[in-house]
């Protein structure tokens, strides 16, 4: 069974720190990375996809793949309070379908 | 991009009726959609892939006879909740997937209260 795993949160960072997110993933055939970010009662929106080891920055975005780890993570730098969300990290292997972690709820305060 | 339009947005209805839920794609054709349910503070949970022409997959738990789903068309997917019950308040967000390596796309899910 593929798992996905995130530590639930709530993650408390002031604004302007650096927002740290994790995930673990069983399948060792996973291909395909993704962070979604989801505001209460609201669809997830993409933030970022990866699919190779090692860093990928759009922004304030920079997530880390580290395959042989099975790990997968999303930095947030200058968080905004704006960015208080619970941020899914799902993980696709071939044509199948996304497996979603649990979601990491983060709180940024102003 | 891609884009995927889910109707309706919130639905409240009683104890025992039926809901439909449609969920369509809007420029591009899909041949396979997945239907996802989602309880407050839960993630997303799979619960069926809607297959164009024939017969929906379920995953384990799910009930195929209360959730009923029917793909007619390439752009067109439809989840009916029969006898909808407290229990089945939930958030249902339907996609499509992107090609091998992309992402999928969601609709803007359905808020079902059922009273």
């Known amino acids: 069974q593929k798992e996905v795993e995130q530590n639930s949160g709530p993650l408390s960072v002031p604004e302007g720190a650096i927002a740290s997110l994790n995930c673990t993933y069983s399948?060792?055939?996973?291909?395909?990375f993704f962070w979604y970010r989801q505001y209460s009662g609201k669809s997830p929106e993409l933030i970022m996809s990866?699919?190779?080891?090692g860093d990928k920055e759009d922004g304030r975005f920079t997530a880390q793949l580290n395959k042989a780890s099975q790990y997968v993570s999303l930095l947030i730098r200058d968080s905004q309070p704006s960015d208080s969300a619970t941020y899914l990290c799902a993980v696709k292997g071939g044509y199948s379908t996304l497996t979603f972690g649990k979601g990491t709820m983060l709180l940024v305060s102003p | 991009g891609a884009v995927v339009s889910q109707h309706p947005s919130r639905v409240i209805c009683k104890s025992g009726t039926s809901v439909k839920i449609e969920c369509r794609s809007l420029d591009f054709q899909a041949t396979t959609m997945f239907w996802y349910r989602q309880f407050p503070k839960k993630s997303l949970m799979l619960m069926a892939t809607s297959n164009e022409g024939s017969k929906a997959t379920y995953e384990q738990g799910v009930e195929k006879d209360k959730f009923l789903i029917n793909h007619a068309s390439l752009t067109l997917s439809t989840l009916t909740v029969t006898s909808a019950h407290p229990e089945d308040s939930s958030f249902y967000i339907c996609?499509?997937?992107?090609?091998?390596?992309?992402?999928?796309?969601f609709g803007q899910g359905t808020r079902l209260t059922v009273v």
């Open positions: 399948d060792r055939g996973s291909q395909s």
């Open positions: 990866i699919y190779s080891n």
């Open positions: 996609s499509a997937p992107g090609k091998l390596r992309t992402e999928a796309f």
